[in-house]
Each structure stands twice: as C-alpha cells, then as structure tokens.
C-alpha cells in the first residue's frame, strides 16, 4: 500500500518531465558550444536543437553564461570516474581513459571539455574544472605512494598536472586532426607511466588503447559497452 | 660609393615603415585574440592598439580570418626553434623548452598558440600549425633512432604527437590557473623522455625548468636573456 499523498503521482511525473527538459537543454547547448565556440553560440540555436521553447529554457538557465558553466560542470560529476583496482596508480590511468572512452559517447562532456579550454565569455570559472581532476589525480598518486606503488622521491602534484594539462591539448589536437583519441591518451600514460611507477608495477598496469572501455565493462571492452551517442530527447517525444 | 639609384633610401624607409606597421598590427591582433578570443575580438580594438588606422590594417589584412591567420602562422614561422645539439633528442626537447621560454616573452606567439586551440572562426586552418610541429618533432626523433639514441620498436610520430597536443593543453592549464608553463613543459618532458631513449643518453639529457633561455643563450639561461616583452611599435612614435 503507497503511503504517498494523493497527487504525489501527478507530481513526480512534472519533476521528471523537468529533469528531462533541462538534460536536454544542457545536451542542445553542449553541442551548440563544441560546434560554434562559447561567443557564436546562440540562445535561438540551443532551443531549437533541444525542442523546447526560450521559456523553458530561462527558466532552467539565468543567461548563457549560467548554461554554458552547468556544462562545463558537468566533467566534474560524472559518475564512475574510475573503478576500484588493486593498484592506486591503474585508478590514476583509468580516470583518463575512461573519461576518452566517455567523450566518445557523451556531447555533454564534448561540449563541456571544449569551454573548459575556450577563451570567450569571461564571467566563467575556467579554473575549477582543471582543479577538481588534478586534485581527483594528485589524491590517487599520495594513496598510490603510501601503498608502495611509487618511487619515495615522487611529488604527486606533478604527474597530476602533467597529464590533466596534457589530456585537455590531446583532446583539442584529436578533434582538429581527426585523431583517436583514445590512442593518444594511451601513449600519454604508457610514457608517463613509465618513467613514473616502479618496474614491479610497471608490468602489470593496463594503459592500452580501450582500456578505458575494458575498465567500465570488463575484458570485452569497447564491444560490450553497446553505448551509442548519448542523447536524451525532452519528454513527450 | 653607393650604387644605388636616385630615391632608393626613400623606398626603403617606405618599406620598413611598412614592415612594422605590419608588425605592429600583428602583435595588437595577439593581444586582442588572446584577450578575448576570436569571436569577440574587435577590429576597432585591434588598430586602436596598434595606433593605426583601419585604412591600414586593411591594406595589409584583407579580412579578421586573414589577419587571425597570419598571427597563427607566427608560431611555425619562428626561428631558431632549436640550436644543434650532440643529441637529436636533445633538440627534440628543446624545440618544446625554447617554445615555452618565448611564450614568456613573445605576445604573438601567445595569441597565436591562442587561436589555434580555439574553436571560432570556422574559416582558419587550425590543422596546419599542429601538422607543422608534429612533423618537425617527428623528423628530430627518426634521426635520434639512425643514430642510436632512441631503442628501435619506437614509432617517431607517437611521441611527437604526445608532446605537441599535451605542450598545447599545458600551456592553456598554465593561462587559465597561472602556473608556470616552464616548469609545467620541463615535468612532461622529463617523464616522457624517461620512457623513450636509451639510459646512457637519458642521464645527459637536460629537461630541467629554464632549458630554452639555457638554449638559445647559454648556461646561464634566462640571466643572460634580457629578453622582456617583444612588442614592436609602429614607425614613427
């Protein structure tokens, strides 16, 4: 028997159909901001792209600049961000590959990974993107040295930064060359690895091209993920 | 005795003027496009920086697409982008560490290096600096390989990829939270050459932070430099 007040139903359905209006909204104007840049993006552009009307649309976002940082926010919520592993220094690499293996899927992140590096609309926090991975980073390398992983003389703010800074320029570089970027996030680990973990460690760590894929889904990787573009369509459609 | 003829003095001044009007427009154009990116930079802006007139921003620039595209071009056009070295791979990692010690001083470059990691101005060729220096640097690694400094299941152009994309993603991540970009390039250096070349070359390798000014002016690096900010300003002020 349902304990809810009567038109709890009615109600949660609304909430839905919001949660859904604003995905979309965030989607559209993700893929608006990847394609034209923060400047050219348009308002008009967004809403039709999301099906929704400027109504909705203010009532979820302020002004441009209130979108635009709800989309760059989103690369800092996403969820696994990793998958626990025997070695702190694999989570370190999976953060990465998982987060290529996402911007293959995911406009949002696309979107969001592109304003992130952008220059127009000055009101936006560039800056917490960039620190929420490098202090993600820096905080699985301090476990990874207390466990052992690492050489004692390793500060592990710097391979934070290195690879944070490095995955964004490779991330920019792909899209313009038509690169995969999956390879090339796999190179940066396999080298900064390398030179960074103990040779014991060194062997057993994974930083393969679909690794990220692998991490997410097991062995089969990439082939059973079965994850299309990620796209939700507002309600009622 | 000069054997110039009549009024060739005259031609000449004319032309230098010429040249740095030109100049002077490019470097206000890397101010304002790093300023304020592509989109929302202004023409009016740009010629009020460089104390011209738009009539002559005009006669040297036919459009902003042609006037961004020149200031890109600025960033495989400067020379030396490395100085001899008994070791290729010494050079390879020079042409990263001079780079980063001109990014200091040089405002073009900064607006250059700017606009090629943007996304506006759909007309410019972005691809073309990238190309540029990912075939320099993959030319420096497949010589470092015919002469024994590199083991021989390297690929050059994986390497040269990994530093060119991540150099341009550090040197965003270093604007955006006012890092040291120098510091930032000599950490990806030194872990990614840790990896790469053989031991008896990596332990005479300099990767560490100041490596450029060491370059280009000797031992004593930045000390010897005297290099403050270029800006050239138009003829006749």
Request: glycine share 10%; charged share 25%; net charge neutral.
């Amino acid at each position: 028997m349902s304990t809810e007040r009567p038109g709890a139903g009615q109600d949660r359905a609304r909430q839905d159909r919001a949660v859904r209006t604003r995905q979309a909204i965030l989607e559209a104007a993700a893929v608006v901001f990847e394609e034209r840049g923060y400047e050219a993006a348009k308002l008009s552009d967004i809403v039709s792209l999301a099906r929704v009307t400027k109504g909705a649309l203010y009532f979820h976002f302020d002004s441009k600049d209130e979108l635009a940082q709800a989309v760059m926010e989103a690369q800092v919520s996403i969820e696994p961000v990793y998958v626990p592993q025997e070695f702190r220094v694999q989570e370190f690499v999976d953060v990465g590959m998982i987060l290529s293996h996402r911007l293959r899927h995911d406009v949002l992140l696309r979107g969001s990974t592109r304003l992130t590096l952008e220059n127009g609309g000055r009101g936006l926090d560039r800056a917490a993107p960039y620190r929420g991975w490098i202090d993600l980073h820096t905080r699985l390398l301090t476990e990874a040295k207390a466990r052992g992983e690492l050489p004692a003389h390793v500060d592990p703010a710097q391979p934070a930064r290195t690879v944070v800074g490095s995955f964004a320029g490779l991330n920019v570089m792909a899209h313009t060359l038509g690169l995969d970027l999956d390879r090339e996030v796999s190179a940066l680990y396999s080298s900064v690895m390398a030179g960074l973990v103990l040779p014991a460690v060194a062997v057993r760590l994974d930083t393969a091209p679909g690794r990220g894929a692998r991490a997410l889904h097991g062995p089969d990787g990439e082939r059973a993920c079965g994850c299309g573009d990620r796209l939700v369509r507002p309600a009622g459609e």
